[in-house]
């Protein structure tokens, strides 16, 4: 799962790959499917901000929040 997230992000950065934003989409989102915090915060920032899938921001607040209840913030 963490690959996937991986494999996305270069996607997104067109390291390795051409650039392509829909394709990283289509890696974070399994990756976020399979539980991965990263991913799922990923995936509603790339909905939110409209990158390489529609521009949503219904239910955003939701998937952003459930992606980061188990991550410690340093203060």
Same mark, same amino acid.
């Given at each position: 799962?963490?690959?996937?997230?991986? @494999?996305?992000?270069? =996607?997104? #950065? %067109? $390291? *390795? $790959?051409?650039?392509?934003?829909?394709?990283?989409?289509?890696?974070?989102? #399994?990756?976020?499917?399979? *539980? !991965?915090?990263?991913?799922?915060?990923? @995936? %509603?920032?790339?909905?939110?901000? *409209?990158? %390489? $899938?529609? /521009?949503?921001?219904? %239910?955003? /607040? !939701?998937?952003? =929040?459930?992606?980061?209840?188990?991550? $410690?913030?340093? !203060?």
């Amino acid at each position: 799962m963490d690959a996937q997230h991986d @494999l996305g992000l270069m =996607y997104i #950065k %067109g $390291v *390795g $790959v051409s650039e392509d934003h829909s394709k990283a989409a289509q890696w974070i989102e #399994k990756s976020a499917s399979q *539980g !991965n915090h990263d991913a799922q915060y990923m @995936l %509603g920032m790339m909905y939110y901000l *409209g990158q %390489g $899938v529609p /521009k949503l921001h219904s %239910g955003l /607040k !939701n998937l952003l =929040y459930e992606s980061t209840k188990l991550r $410690v913030c340093p !203060n």
